[in-house]
């Protein structure tokens, strides 16, 4: 089956504990973003990656830091996590549309919340 | 101005009746004009997408693009409870290796059995 996993789904930490939210999925694309969506500001791209080594800041980068090391696996990593960070986070990975275009298939989502 | 603006709603309809929604953008460079539907705890899913401008129609739903007007439109027929739920639209430049959508907020959609 075709599909975007995250772990972990839900999460509670505190203030500058570093974390990593993984990301992984098995249809070989080569795009992967990382999405927060949060009440009033709908979604907003915190980075993407074009292909393994290739990553590039989105809308809202600002502390975070992502790694493509290899094709599947696109982790995001919050090394100093602070309370305006709490969000739902999405992973999503580009298929292609007719005519070329990709758009996202995203994955279920993971609830952060920082104390 | 923002990029897209989609007017959050909340949406309540009932059973059997049309739903409208729609978003406006303002860079004219958009091509690619999607519609996601999001259920409650869950990721945004595929609904609809449609390349420059017309109209796109998949069972019950609806999608229409004005690229004169910058104005993308979602309908759905015969609404269902299961419809209900957040529906956000999304557009993108198109060009390879540029796959940055902009979302709209999201329009949450209550359909009253």
């Known amino acids: 089956e075709a599909q975007v996993t995250q772990n972990p789904r839900y999460l509670i930490t505190v203030t500058g504990k570093k974390l990593t939210v993984t990301c992984s999925q098995n249809m070989n694309h080569e795009y992967m973003s990382w999405y927060r969506q949060d009440p009033g500001l709908g979604l907003r791209q915190i980075y993407y990656?074009?292909?393994?080594?290739?990553?590039d800041k989105g809308d809202v980068p600002e502390g975070y830091k992502v790694s493509r090391k290899e094709k599947r696996n696109f982790p995001l990593i919050l090394e100093s996590p602070s309370p305006n960070q709490t969000s739902l986070y999405f992973c999503?990975?580009?298929?292609?549309?007719?005519?070329?275009?990709?758009?996202?298939?995203f994955g279920p989502g993971t609830r952060l919340l920082v104390l | 101005q923002k990029e897209v603006e989609q007017d959050p709603g909340p949406l309540s309809v009932p059973e059997g009746a049309i739903v409208s929604l729609n978003c406006t953008y303002s860079?004219?460079?958009?091509?690619?004009f999607m519609w996601y539907r999001q259920y409650s705890r869950k990721g945004p899913e595929l609904l609809m997408y449609?390349?420059?401008?017309g109209n796109k129609e998949d069972g019950r739903f609806t999608a229409q693009v004005d690229k004169s007007s910058k104005y993308i439109s979602l309908f759905i027929r015969d609404s269902q409870p299961s419809d209900s739920a957040t529906y956000l639209c999304a557009m993108s430049l198109g060009a390879y290796g540029n796959n940055r959508l902009a979302f709209g907020k999201g329009n949450q959609v209550v359909v009253i059995p």
């Open positions: 449609t390349y420059s401008s």
């Open positions: 990656s074009m292909n393994v080594e290739v990553t």
């Open positions: 999503a990975s580009s298929f292609h549309l007719a005519g070329g275009q990709e758009t996202q298939y």
């Open positions: 860079n004219s460079a958009f091509q690619y």
